[in-house]
């Protein structure tokens, strides 16, 4: 049932992948978009950590993606023209992305050759109790710090965007 | 028995109970708003217009489903699906009573109690802001696409204080599934008051319990801030190309909407199906009087009716109240129907308040909207959580 489950949001989170950057129209790519994160909602809950699978849904593609699709219709983007790619780039670029792939696996399998299988079930320490506790204890400094730098990224935006008043 | 056939049961239970007031509060709203504006509201179609609902489906049914030439169609067709689906799956974590036993089965009022109960409502709730902006933006009309626009940047400003005002009563929970929730607001302060969370102490959630409900107004896109479909200057906003069932789609959406967050914020703020005195003052007894002096009102108003049709059928209407008044006066029922009864009541008054409130305030300006939400609600809900942190660490249980 798990491996089964699996299959089929792995297959949906790879086909919403390749349409992301397969589909001319922006909007049908930003759709694309949150049909990944939400393949990958299903597979953090197969996994046993709903509070990840959770917040994946309410932050990606409930608040990050909506704010996507918002400046695209408010921008109002149309369909992007194929774009007129060279002959080398058309032939060799699938073959180049398969050897990509190849060796990400190798190099993958080479690093973590003694690591455990991930095993449907086994896992319950992904409720909310657990993941708060490891936040505010092991990855205190690595939290704050991060939430710094989001800080740092919004005001850096806002200061980018704003228009200059004389 | 068999985990599939209970389940199978209590949806078809639920999703039954789910229609008929989905129907039927629209017959209510209708009915309420007209006697606020001084009309009778609908009349012709049965008894009191009782019959209404059904007309109104039939209308809808029968009418043609007309695509526009312009629509993006696939996704014009999902927005009004989307609606439809994610306001009707959040009743699934609600609780509607305790722990049961029926012929030998023990099993909870609930569909399914998932510990990230809360979690999986927001998670369904900032979704469905989808629908409404897949529908303003694939109709290709303009009206369409400003209400779907002011409705995600409504939808994702209003979030924000509804997450927020939620956060605080979990604190004093200490739980997000909410059945558990609402077991920890069992009990009584100084013998009188409920437990619930908007009384609670360390920490009484009375700002929370506000944010959260005018958020949900917000949310559920409904007077004062039904901007999206603003009819005097969008036409209908989002839905304005939608005819027949994909326009009936939205309009049970909104209903449906309601519904859950008025059944949330039952069960987070309000107690749930705790009843509002304790049992030992008799609270089981409560729901057995209430339709009693219920059926005694309609048998006096009955008397004095101004239409003859009436003074024959009101007599009628007040023995049948009658009757479930007696149910409830089993003890052996009790266990199994005050509990939901307790929780209808709450949310149901939830539900006449968002009508209310629909007959009473004029629509917001986009710009106070915007305003309110960011410098007012977001500023007081996230004051409310931290005063509530500090009080819970201050005093914990």
């Given at each position: ?166 | ?55 109104d489906v039939l209308k ?259 023995l049948a109240l009658f ?57 007081v809900a996230l004051v ?14």
């Amino acid at each position: 049932m798990d491996a089964v489950l699996f299959l089929v949001f792995a297959a949906i989170a790879v086909a919403c992948g390749i349409s992301v950057v397969v589909q001319r129209h922006p909007i049908t790519s930003a759709i694309s978009l949150i049909g990944v994160m939400g393949a990958l909602a299903v597979l953090y809950l197969l996994l046993g950590a709903e509070f990840l699978a959770a917040v994946q849904v309410v932050v990606y593609a409930g608040a990050i993606m909506v704010l996507f699709i918002f400046v695209i219709m408010l921008l109002n983007a149309g369909v992007e023209p194929p774009g007129g790619r060279s002959w080398p780039v058309r032939l060799l670029g699938l073959p180049m992305l398969v050897i990509l792939v190849g060796l990400l696996s190798f190099v993958i399998r080479r690093v973590f050759a003694g690591g455990e299988e991930v095993r449907f079930g086994a896992f319950t320490k992904g409720g909310p109790r657990e993941i708060g506790r490891l936040l505010f204890t092991d990855y205190l400094l690595p939290f704050e710090v991060t939430s710094v730098l989001i800080l740092v990224a919004i005001l850096g935006a806002v200061v980018l965007a704003r228009k200059e008043i004389d | 028995m068999n985990f599939f056939v209970l389940s199978l049961l209590k949806a078809a239970i639920v999703i039954s109970v789910l229609m008929v007031s989905l129907l039927y509060l629209q017959w209510v709203e209708r009915k309420v708003i007209a006697h606020i504006q001084l009309r009778m509201g609908p009349y012709r179609v049965g008894p009191h217009g009782l019959l209404q609902p059904f007309a109104d489906v039939l209308k809808l049914l029968t009418k043609e489903g007309f695509i526009p030439s312009h629509v993006n169609l696939f996704f014009y067709l999902l927005a009004p699906f989307l609606a439809v689906s994610l306001a009707l799956i959040s009743i699934v974590v609600v609780p509607f009573g305790p722990e049961v036993e029926l012929f030998g089965v023990r099993t909870t009022m609930q569909l399914t109690d998932l510990n990230i109960g809360i979690l999986f409502v927001l998670a369904i709730s900032s979704l469905s802001v989808y629908a409404v902006t897949f529908a303003g933006w694939a109709s290709n009309n303009k009206y369409s696409l400003l209400g779907g626009l002011r409705s995600a940047a409504q939808m994702i400003s209003y979030e924000l204080p509804l997450a927020l005002s939620l956060g605080a009563p979990l604190l004093v929970a200490g739980s997000l599934s909410l059945r558990e929730i609402v077991l920890a607001q069992q009990g009584t302060i100084l013998g009188i008051l409920p437990n619930w969370m908007i009384f609670q102490l360390p920490a009484p959630q009375l700002v929370g319990f506000l944010v959260f409900l005018i958020a949900a107004f917000a949310e559920t896109n409904r007077i004062p801030f039904d901007l999206p479909e603003a009819e005097n200057e969008l036409v209908a906003g989002f839905h304005t190309e939608y005819s027949s069932l994909k326009f009936a789609s939205f309009f049970m959406a909104e209903y449906a909407n309601m519904i859950t967050m008025t059944a949330i914020t039952t069960t987070v703020f309000l107690g749930g199906w705790l009843p509002p005195f304790p049992e030992t003052l008799g609270s089981n007894w409560a729901p057995a009087v209430i339709f009693a002096l219920l059926g005694a009102l309609a048998v006096y108003y009955s008397r004095q009716a101004p239409r003859p049709k009436d003074r024959r059928t009101l007599p009628w209407v007040g023995l049948a109240l009658f009757a479930v008044a007696a149910i409830f006066l089993i003890p052996a029922a009790h266990p199994l129907l005050v509990p939901p009864f307790w929780f209808l009541a709450k949310a149901g008054f939830l539900m006449f308040v968002f009508i209310w409130v629909r007959g009473t305030l004029p629509r917001f300006r986009y710009d106070q909207l915007m305003q309110f939400a960011w410098k007012f609600m977001f500023p007081v809900a996230l004051v409310n959580l931290f005063a509530t942190a500090l009080l819970v660490a201050l005093f914990p249980r």
